[in-house]
């Protein structure tokens, strides 16, 4: 599991914390370092590693061993995919353990504001055109912290879709039950199978007839480029087809990223005869519905194709949306209610630190919550 770790990579991050923060050496490698990041990023960076500092300093405190789900916020900055735009190289970096967080279908465990336009933009996609036999794919692309996943829970669990829509299956793209030496392809397929009933031992029956199927071609002389992986892929795609042939299916893939290995375009039906290409463990005639997310526009642009698929999911401009998110996360840490003096110029300051970023402000929450004091004065109160 991913927990709070201070690493000597992120010392970039270090430069927009408070003086008492660092240490001599710490100052020694921040001069060091260079890294070019957009502001929005930067602080999101400054604003993860208050956290996970707070957040170890008290775990240390407090307990030995294992860590809580909030171990997921690590201190990493985020790190997309390096493409090279001048050359259709593409350099394959694999994620960043700090950014391996397990999704799940399930609303998040506080109220959802400021995505009133997102929600009914995807409803929209989902729900226009219910009757469609069209296979459609949309991919939602923002910044680390924006709300993609909640968007999409949100949507997901909404009863219009429920009843258009069966099966419903989201899938996380990273998963803590990964085999190390599992193909990523592989494994995805596989967990959308599970999803459909289909039971481990016809995965290990697929496996052994592609192994077999080459091992036969090999000792009869046989010149043949498909790998038993590739073998292998095909006929789980074969499966997948077969299960959602004839079905009104909606599948969300979130959290895409290159190591994943799902750069096929889903709606390429030109390629129909490679039998390991993604696109053929889709059904295009029965209305089905993929949806991703990604922080890589460039990845998702490889999956869905037409920027008309393409979504981007931008940070709130709403400072009341903002307010609302930050006052419910303080609630919930602290239990108490947020009652700054000068509310407008205090909504202004949470702007600015946040970027309008959900996820920050809910870290700002945990990091500087405010309450009123006595006197009538703001206060802030470290959460740890």
């Known amino acids: 599991m991913c927990h709070p770790k201070v690493k000597a990579a992120d010392i970039e991050s270090l430069r927009f914390l408070p003086f008492w923060f660092f240490s001599e050496t710490q100052e020694e490698l ?74 799940s279908s399930e609303l998040p465990d506080h109220e959802i504001h400021g995505f009133v336009n997102e929600t009914l933009f995807l409803k929209n996609f989902l729900l226009k055109q219910k009757e469609s036999k069209e296979f459609k794919t949309l991919a939602i692309v923002g910044k680390y912290g924006v709300g993609k996943t909640t968007l999409c829970q949100d949507v997901f669990n909404n009863e219009e879709v429920k009843q258009a829509y069966i099966p419903r299956i989201w899938v996380s793209m990273y998963s803590k039950e990964t085999k190390e030496d599992e193909d990523p392809k592989i494994d995805v397929v596989k967990r959308i199978l599970r999803s459909l009933g289909v039971e481990d031992e016809m995965f290990e029956h697929i496996k052994t007839e592609a192994e077999e199927e080459k091992r036969s071609k090999d000792e009869a002389g046989e010149t043949e480029e498909e790998t038993v992986k590739e073998k292998e892929l095909s006929r789980l795609l074969y499966a997948l087809h077969s299960n959602l042939l004839g079905k009104k299916y909606l599948i969300v893939l979130d959290d895409v990223w290159e190591d994943n290995e799902w750069d096929q375009r889903l709606d390429d039906e030109t390629s129909q005869q490679e039998r390991s290409h993604l696109s053929c463990g889709f059904p295009k005639g029965s209305g089905g519905r993929v949806i991703m997310t990604s922080r890589d526009e460039s990845l998702a642009k490889e999956i869905v194709g037409e920027e008309e698929n393409l979504q981007h999911l931008f940070p709130r401009s709403d400072a009341e949306s903002v307010w609302e998110m930050y006052k419910d996360a303080v609630k919930a840490a602290l239990k108490i209610e947020v009652k700054p003096r000068y509310p407008g110029r205090f909504k202004q300051e949470l702007m600015d630190k946040s970027c309008g970023i959900p996820l920050a402000a809910r870290m700002l929450a945990k990091i500087e919550p405010v309450k009123m004091d006595e006197t009538g004065d703001m206060e802030r109160k470290k959460s740890f």
């Not at 707070?54 to 916020?73: D, I």
């Open 30 to 103: 921040m001069e060091q370092a260079k890294k070019s990041t957009s502001e929005i990023d930067e602080k999101l960076d400054t604003i993860k590693l208050s956290f996970d500092i707070e957040y170890a300093k008290w775990l240390s405190r407090n307990q030995s061993g294992s860590f809580s789900k909030h171990g997921n916020l690590s201190i990493d900055g985020e790190s997309s995919p390096t493409r090279n735009s001048s050359s259709s190289t593409t350099i394959r970096k694999r994620r960043p353990k700090a950014n391996c967080v397990e999704t």
